[in-house]
Nanobody, 118 residues
Framework: QVQLVESGGGLVQAGGSLRLSCTVS????????MGWYRQAPGKLRRELVA????????YYADSAKGRFTISRDDAKNTVYLQMNSLKPEDTAVYYC???????????WGQGTQVTVSA
């Protein structure tokens, strides 16, 4: 059974930084593409924020470019999201997941809340 455990969220002022972590168990982490998603308040859909392939290539949503950095540590089965220059519109619950063919594969974890105050 695959488990996704996110951490690192919190309350931060606009312009601040946070580093999110997601530890994955139950799958061969190094073979998987990984993504960070977020679900903003009042929104039903989770949006992809960033993705890192098993080979290390990355993708960022336009909203994240230049501010967020996704990385992975295969030895620790962990994917990270460094978020800088945070804005109030980044407020959301952030989730990670394994991505196959552009689709998140597993049941979502509990997520980690990020709140950015103006």
């Amino acid at each position: 059974q695959v488990q996704l455990v996110e951490s690192g969220g919190g309350l931060v002022q606009a312009g601040g930084s946070l580093r999110l972590s997601c530890t994955v168990s139950g799958t061969i982490f190094s073979r998987n593409d990984m993504g960070w998603y977020r679900q903003a308040p009042g929104k039903l859909r989770r949006e992809l924020v960033a993705r890192v392939a098993s080979g290390g290539s990355t993708y960022y949503a336009d909203s994240a470019k230049g501010r967020f950095t996704i990385s992975r540590d295969d030895a620790k089965n962990t994917v990270y999201l460094q978020m800088n220059s945070l804005k109030p519109e980044d407020t959301a619950v952030y989730y990670c997941n394994v991505i196959v063919a552009a689709v998140p594969v597993y049941s979502w974890g509990q997520g980690t809340q990020v709140t950015v105050s103006a």
